[in-house]
């Protein structure tokens, strides 16, 4: 009697996907208070009052940097970590969750100081900057959690299908090769399971949506095959073995990723920008303000 162990070869040809790791383009989150204090009043002819007021800002703003300077080059080395050993994230999840606390209350800090008149912009600057900093650091929590945990589930699956094809080959018939199908059906469907338990970061949210839609595509096929062949349907087993071929090498969960990778790296490129807006605008200040 005729098998399923030839309607697999495809199937277990097709590559599995690599947990997709996200390493930070820059080395650290941009600093919010990266602005040099050189705009201070000349006394040749007495400040001007608007000098002073925008030099008393930036120095203002400049104690709140200096005060929350240990917290700052802990956030720093973390991330420069991050960077370096993605592998090591999950047991960082902690540290991660304490910067974006301390990145918070360097934000709240900030938006406490009203700025003068001249300085607006400036400050407006370094508030979005803050913002965007506790962003990428709730990014970069929950990427600690999330990729780890994604990774464990993609090895059950991996594992899920070697098994399979381990089965499927030694089994002498249909229904033994359904009962293959029916114990990889179950795997698949946990891993879903367990999939739609995590909490991906805001940019893998669609890519964590298409790889449990493609789970759950998967444990039922595969738990259609199982069916079929117990009843010895060879014809419409052979037909779900394609589909479930299609279901495995589809690569919209790949596309997903690969997008949020791209959207998280774009925001990071957006604070270097930022940055750069911010010490424009601070030499702006330092040609423009009268002394």
Known sequence: MPTAVSLLSSFFTKRLRAALWIVAGVAAIALVVAVALSLRPHHTAGPSVRRTLVSAYITRVGRIQVGMSAQVRAIDKEYKAFA??????A????QYERAERTLAVLRERLGQVQPPPDARKLHSLLLRLADDNVLAAQAVAAIAGYIPALTVEQAHLRSAILALQKNVASAKTAKTQAIAF?????????AAESVAQLKPPSFFVAARNAELAQLRRLASLASEI???LDQKHLKVAQKLLGDLGRAEADTSVVKAQRAGALAYNARLHAMKSLTTQIETERRRLEKRVPA
């Open 84 to 89: 370096h050993d993605p592998g090591r994230a």
């Open 91 to 94: 047991s960082h999840v902690g």
């Open 182 to 190: 029916t114990a990889y059906a179950g795997e698949t469907s946990a």
């Open 226 to 228: 199982a069916a079929a």
